[in-house]
């Protein structure tokens, strides 16, 4: 929905995906993990920025889902600490 707002959108969903990276960071993620997320990020922002087509690259791309199971499948191999 915030797609729909030209400029404003592409960034307010930008803010909020970085927002959730940086929550992820509590956990430790390897820097590469890190990298990987913020690109996926990056790619939204480029992307979605495009007149028209846009949205629906954010409707196929979906950074934060990406994103989660990124972090799902490290907090899976990861050791347990307790």
């Not at 990056?42 to 889902?65: F, M, Q, Y």
């Amino acid at each position: 929905m915030l797609d729909l707002i030209p400029v404003f959108g592409n960034f307010a969903g930008a803010a909020v995906s970085l927002t959730l990276i940086a929550r992820t960071l509590q956990f430790a993620p390897p820097p590469s993990l890190v990298s990987k997320m913020l690109s996926n990020v990056l790619v939204d922002v480029v992307v979605g920025g495009i007149p028209l087509i846009g949205p629906l690259a954010d409707i196929w791309w979906k950074a934060n889902d990406r994103n989660a199971a990124l972090m799902r499948e490290f907090l899976g191999t990861r050791p347990s600490q307790y």
